[in-house]
């Protein structure tokens, strides 16, 4: 687990300007054989809250769960770590609104786009309609930010939004919120209810 915490580090580097090769050394040492780009950290703690729940170890099964920091960033990671790169085998989610970034990012690296699955809106929504709103709200409650969600909830721009989208925006608005939910929600998921673009994520891995 922790070469591929130093994989991962390296790739960050790489795809910062840095130099390739302790990125190179270590996905041979390690054997790294997948990458899934994610766009954030929310995401990648949601990829690997299931496949802890699946009794998976995907760092074991060679696989390196990668936050890119962003669906622009798509085309840099591709080009690294896929066919022109390393040439490992590239998976991932992305959100309706960017896939178009990221179909031209891979088309560009020459990378297969079969194995990357769409949110309809980001995997947040997906979550969230996955649990209901008031399996949500049970999930904040229990973390002890139901003080929080009802302030947020006081908010003008609030009044009369559906609770989903009220739900969202809330996950989004504090630094680390985010993050800890999207292992959190997966975590509350029943095991038949996980959003199809997660589900179909793991399930090709």
Do not use: N
Request: glycine share 12%; net charge neutral; with cysteine.
């Amino acid at each position: 687990m922790a070469d591929m915490r130093a994989f991962r580090d390296a790739v960050s580097g790489w795809a910062a300007g840095g130099p390739g090769g302790p990125a190179r050394d270590l996905a041979e040492r390690v054997g790294v054989r997948t990458a899934v780009l994610l766009e954030g950290p929310s995401d990648r703690e949601a990829v690997e809250a299931l496949a802890a729940r699946r009794g998976r170890d995907l760092a074991a099964e060679g696989v390196c769960v990668v936050s890119m920091g962003g669906a622009m960033s798509i085309g840099r990671y591709a080009e690294i770590l896929g066919p022109p790169g390393l040439d490992l085998r590239l998976a991932g989610l992305c959100d309706v609104a960017e896939q178009r970034f990221y179909d031209r990012g891979l088309e560009r690296a020459g990378a297969p786009r079969g194995d990357f699955f769409v949110c309809v809106s980001d995997l947040e929504d997906e979550l969230i309609r996955a649990l209901g709103t008031a399996r949500v709200e049970d999930a904040i409650r229990a973390e002890g930010d139901l003080r929080a969600w009802q302030t947020f909830m006081r908010q003008p721009a609030q009044h009369g939004r559906p609770r989903q989208q009220q739900l969202r925006r809330f996950l989004g608005t504090k630094k680390g919120r985010k993050i800890r939910y999207g292992r959190l929600l997966v975590e509350a998921l029943h095991p038949d209810l996980t959003p199809a673009p997660l589900d179909d994520l793991l399930t090709s891995l």
